[in-house]
């Protein structure tokens, strides 16, 4: 089962209405359907992706721009938060 926390959910709709502003709908769509993608992928093979040096994380690069960050919690895939791969961050 997939779960997505609070701050997932959060920088999800950001990164979407950042995809909105600068560039269009499709654009958005295509975004969603890669995320979809990932999830479906990730419910067959929860460890597809490599852990990060952050404890218990995983990450999967949705775009050249962005990444999944997830954790697996016994049967449980939770969606952690997206990121924009330029910037810095503590999932590194």
Same mark, same amino acid.
């Given at each position: 089962?997939i779960?997505? $926390?609070?701050?997932a959910?959060?920088?999800?709709? %950001?990164i979407?209405?950042?995809?909105? /502003?600068?560039?269009n709908?499709?654009? /958005? ?10 999830l ?5 093979? %929860?460890?597809?992706?490599? /852990?990060?040096?952050?404890k ?6 949705v775009h050249k721009? $962005?990444?999944?960050?997830y954790?697996? %919690? ?19």
């Open positions: 089962m779960i997505w $926390s609070e701050e959910k959060y920088s999800y709709e %950001n979407i209405d950042d995809i909105l /502003a600068k560039w709908v499709k654009t /958005a769509l295509n975004f969603e359907q890669k995320v979809n993608n990932l479906e992928k990730l419910q067959i093979n %929860n460890h597809l992706y490599p /852990a990060t040096n952050y218990d994380l995983r990450k999967c690069v721009n $962005s990444s999944l960050i954790k697996i %919690n016994q049967e449980n895939i939770e969606v952690v938060t997206l990121i924009f791969n330029k910037d810095n961050h503590k999932y590194y």
